[in-house]
T-cell receptor, first 116, second 109 residues
Framework: DVKVTQSSRYLVKRTGEKVFLECVQDMDHENMFWYRQDPGLGLRLIYFSYDVKMKEKGDIPEGYSVSREKKERFSLILESASTNQTSMYLC???????????????FGPGTRLTVT | GENVEQHPSTLSVQEGDSAVIKCTYSDSASNYFPWYKQELGKGPQLIIDIRSNVGEKKDQRIAVTLNKTAKHFSLHITETQPEDSAVYFCAPAGYKLSFGAGTTVTVRA
């Protein structure tokens, strides 16, 4: 079974702190993704990565950065946390998305981040 | 980007009844149409998907139907059971997945 793990289930941070969210997958997937999930808004893509050291902005990248130094690990960084970044953060991974290829994404359990 | 609308936002059904959730999208280039289920405390998990060359796909009690002309696809759950209670997301894909806002399904015993 594919396993995607996230470093914390719950995290509480103060405004202005630098926050690191870590994600690890064990299926040798090329693609990795970071989403945030808010009630009534579904999942919104923050950043994704197609390969080591590669990254692409998603729909809401402002206030976030990412790092992918190893294939299995994808980190989301909040440079200076703000209260409007309080949310559920979900990491996902998948095989490469080519035409007629499986797009299925495998999700971690999520990190609920509260910024006070 | 893709504009995705999912209806209804909440759905309460009696155990044994059917549930239908509809997803409309705007990108005519979308060619992959999955549904994800998210149980409490877990990440979303793919339950069924369909590609643009197929109109309907069934897997036991769940089915997905696609109308590409009208740009919508639907999730059908028959003989609902308590374990079907969850949040369901559609995620039509062209270049990448775009998720709907979700439908909270509650199955009443």
């Amino acid at each position: 079974d594919v396993k995607v793990t996230q470093s914390s289930r719950y995290l509480v941070k103060r405004t202005g702190e630098k926050v690191f969210l870590e994600c690890v997958q064990d299926m040798d997937h090329e693609n990795m993704f970071w989403y945030r999930q808010d009630p009534g808004l579904g999942l919104r893509l923050i950043y994704f990565s197609y390969d080591v050291k590669m990254k692409e902005k998603g729909d809401i990248p402002e206030g976030y950065s990412v790092s992918r130094e190893k294939k299995e690990r994808f980190s989301l960084i909040l440079e200076s946390a703000s209260t409007n970044q309080t949310s559920m953060y979900l990491c996902a991974s998948s095989f490469p998305s080519l035409a007629e290829t499986d797009y299925e994404q495998y999700f971690g359990p999520g990190t609920r981040l509260t910024v006070t | 980007g893709e504009n995705v609308e999912q209806h209804p936002s909440t759905l309460s059904v009696q155990e044994g009844d059917s549930a239908v959730i509809k997803c409309t999208y705007s990108d005519s280039a979308s060619n992959y149409f999955p549904w994800y289920k998210q149980e409490l405390g877990k990440g979303p998990q793919l339950i069924i998907d369909i590609r643009s060359n197929v109109g309907e796909k069934k897997d036991q009690r769940i089915a997905v139907t696609l109308n590409k002309t009208a740009k919508h696809f639907s999730l059908h759950i028959t003989e609902t059971q308590p374990e079907d209670s969850a949040v369901y997301f559609c995620a039509p894909a062209g270049y990448k997945l775009s998720f709907g806002a979700g439908t909270t399904v509650t199955v009443r015993a």
